[in-house]
């Protein structure tokens, strides 16, 4: 009997189990969708189609990890694809018009976007603006310095270690993209739910007032993060242009979009204080299969956007009914 037990008791602990419990509803979702489209057209299931899904969602969830933080953290940050435009083009420009050793430029190119996220940080944190108003004031002066920089063109690339980034494979089997992706989600995951760190970003967006009582540095932690989504965001903009052979200013354009849909139907409120990376993990893949599908059906890109759109605002008012649904749950319980 108490074999039995125990084996229930590492069932129930097993972090794989989990991660699909506290996500059955999108689970359920991303289940529904794979049978629907896979009966909608026969090329859905193939090996081909599930590693492209897999190489396409790659840069979505990139920047939707650096998102959720933000979003846990009570703010928002609308710089995200300017910066993946940014990072990209100039990357790419550093190598082809100035010459730049690939690794140089790379860096110089991750720099820059972890330098814009570090001033958005730095100014929601130190002079109270709403992270709305500065990162959009952010993502104007990113698309600004990617089309100057560019003067409006596409750069091409055709450096085979640079390509080699976006467009590799790991044993010419699992693509390099997502690699990138699982050891990211592992990193993040680790310090959001094991280190003091991830406890300050919940406490933050949980309570503000409570956690500054509490001596927890909220201008440090936010400005961290700002600059987290930064480097999330530039890395994505090296893998993406990387894949695409070129530097593209206007490439960046509804990322944050995406990134913000992923978060919100794995279950990051809104409000704060709220969200995990197994949720968002699932929230992109529900984007990226949406997109595939579509695609394989023959559904215009225009409708993709209108549906993108209606799935994030259905997505914000259930997260809304949860919260009230809570709020009441929690007067009940007080009156009691």
């Known amino acids: 009997m108490m074999s039995e037990n125990k084996k229930?008791?590492?069932?129930l602990n097993n972090p794989v189990v989990n991660m699909f419990r506290?996500?059955?509803?999108?689970?359920?979702?991303?289940?529904?969708?794979?049978?629907?489209?896979?009966?909608?057209?026969?090329?859905?299931?193939?090996?081909?189609?599930?590693?492209?899904?897999?190489?396409?969602?790659?840069?979505?969830?990139?920047?939707?990890?650096?998102?959720?933080?933000?979003?846990?953290l009570g703010h928002i940050d609308l710089s995200v694809g300017a910066i993946v435009a940014m990072?990209?083009?100039?990357?790419?420009?550093?190598?082809?018009?100035?010459?730049?050793?690939?690794?140089?430029?790379?860096?110089?190119?991750?720099?820059?976007g972890v330098l814009t996220g570090f001033v958005s940080g730095f100014i929601v944190s130190r002079f109270r603006v709403p992270a709305f108003i500065i990162t959009m004031a952010m993502m104007n002066v990113a698309?600004?310095?990617?089309?100057?920089?560019?003067?409006?063109?596409?750069?091409?690339?055709t450096n085979e270690f640079f390509s080699a980034i976006g467009m590799g494979y790991l044993f010419k089997v699992i693509p390099l993209p997502v690699i990138y992706m699982v050891i990211l989600i592992i990193v993040i995951s680790f310090v959001l739910n094991k280190t003091k760190f991830g406890t300050y970003v919940y406490a933050i967006g949980g309570n503000r007032e409570?956690?500054?009582?509490?001596?927890?540095?909220?201008?440090?932690?936010?400005?961290?993060?700002?600059t987290l989504s930064g480097f999330l965001s530039a890395f994505a903009g090296l893998v993406l242009c990387s894949r695409m052979y070129s530097g593209q200013p206007s490439v960046g354009g509804g990322y944050e979009l995406d990134a913000i849909a992923a978060c919100v139907l794995g279950g990051t409120s809104m409000s704060g204080g709220k969200g995990r990376i197994s949720g968002t993990v699932f929230g992109a893949l529900v984007i990226g299969i949406i997109s595939n599908g579509l695609n394989l059906i023959g559904i215009s890109?225009?409708?993709?956007?209108?549906i993108k759109g209606l799935i994030i605002a259905c997505a914000v008012l259930l997260d809304v009914q949860k919260g009230k649904l809570s709020n009441l749950k929690k007067k009940k319980a007080t009156a009691e």
């Open 8 to 11: 229930k008791s590492v069932v």
């Open 143 to 157: 698309n600004g310095v990617a089309y100057v920089y560019s003067g409006g063109q596409s750069t091409r690339i």
């Open 22 to 72: 506290n996500n059955i509803g999108i689970v359920v979702v991303l289940l529904i969708m794979c049978i629907i489209i896979s009966i909608t057209t026969d090329k859905f299931l193939t090996a081909a189609n599930v590693v492209s899904v897999l190489r396409q969602i790659s840069i979505n969830t990139y920047i939707a990890l650096g998102m959720t933080l933000i979003i846990i």
């Open 301 to 306: 890109s225009y409708w993709q956007l209108i």
């Open 87 to 112: 990072s990209g083009t100039l990357t790419v420009g550093f190598i082809v018009n100035q010459g730049m050793p690939v690794p140089l430029a790379i860096i110089l190119g991750i720099l820059i």
């Open 210 to 226: 409570s956690a500054r009582l509490s001596g927890v540095p909220i201008k440090k932690v936010e400005i961290i993060v700002f």
